[in-house]
């Protein structure tokens, strides 16, 4: 039973780029969110996907999006990349019907130069 | 506003020493829940425990045990007879009932334990 999977590893981008990373959730599991987690910090909560539709967003500028797939895969998407973008991107899945726990994946190094 | 403090930055213990790692949270609603997290240095986020704020019950799992105190708004967790293995980062964390997969960190307890 595969866990959380996301892509790529690691990402090297430049100021002002564009940037998308991946996410598959656990098997089973339907709701899908992105945390944002800086160097030598928590995780922060960037925002949450279920049904195809963003449910809940954290503290974050319009630059990051997403997007849920029918499959319950997601994207997250961040426009004009500045320096401040560069950390750990996280992906975590859960099952709403029962709230049990998230399920958090190995995460994308995002560098931003 | 939900807010998570873990006062100890990083700590090293010995093998075989008892390690508590604290954790004072701030929240506003009546219904909540806790957690702990580890986060060895593979990135992947590992579940350890989840507690509702109507069970005060301390719990046990093996070497791990927990302590939540209302009273006090703290969740601190304690490791008996640590190993090496026991070496990451630990995140306390707190969510809403309505917004569970909101969950709001702590800024994490690095724990190295020294053979």
């Known amino acids: 039973d595969a866990g959380v999977t996301q892509s790529p590893t690691h990402l090297i981008k430049t100021r002002g780029q564009q940037v998308t990373l991946r996410c598959s959730p656990k098997?089973?599991?339907?709701?899908v969110s992105w945390y944002q987690q800086a160097l030598g910090q928590g995780p922060q909560f960037i925002f949450q996907y279920y049904e195809e539709e963003e449910r809940q967003r954290g503290n974050f500028p319009d630059r990051f999006s997403g997007h849920q797939f029918p499959n319950y895969s997601s994207e997250l998407n961040v426009n004009a990349l500045l320096l401040g973008d560069s950390a750990l991107y996280l992906c975590?899945?859960?099952?709403?019907?029962?709230?049990?726990?998230?399920?958090f994946g190995s995460g994308t190094q995002l560098s931003v130069l | 506003a939900q807010k998570v403090t873990q006062a100890q930055t990083e700590i090293s213990v010995v093998e075989k020493e008892d390690v508590t790692l604290d954790c004072v949270y701030e929240?506003?609603?009546?219904?909540?829940?806790l957690f702990w997290y580890k986060q060895p240095p593979s990135g992947e986020l590992v579940f350890l425990i989840r507690?509702?704020?109507?069970?005060?019950q301390n719990e046990i799992s093996g070497r791990y045990s927990w302590n939540f105190q209302k009273s006090t708004s703290s969740f601190n967790f304690t490791i008996t007879a640590s190993q090496v293995v026991d070496s990451a980062v630990y995140f306390c964390?707190?969510?809403?009932?309505?917004?569970?997969?909101?969950?709001?960190f702590g800024p994490g307890t690095s724990l190295s334990v020294i053979p």
């Open positions: 098997s089973g599991h339907d709701t």
């Open positions: 964390a707190l969510s809403e009932d309505t917004s569970y997969d909101k969950v709001i």
């Open positions: 507690r509702n704020s109507f069970d005060e």
């Open positions: 975590a899945s859960s099952l709403r019907a029962t709230n049990e726990k998230l399920f």
């Open positions: 929240t506003r609603d009546t219904t909540y829940y």
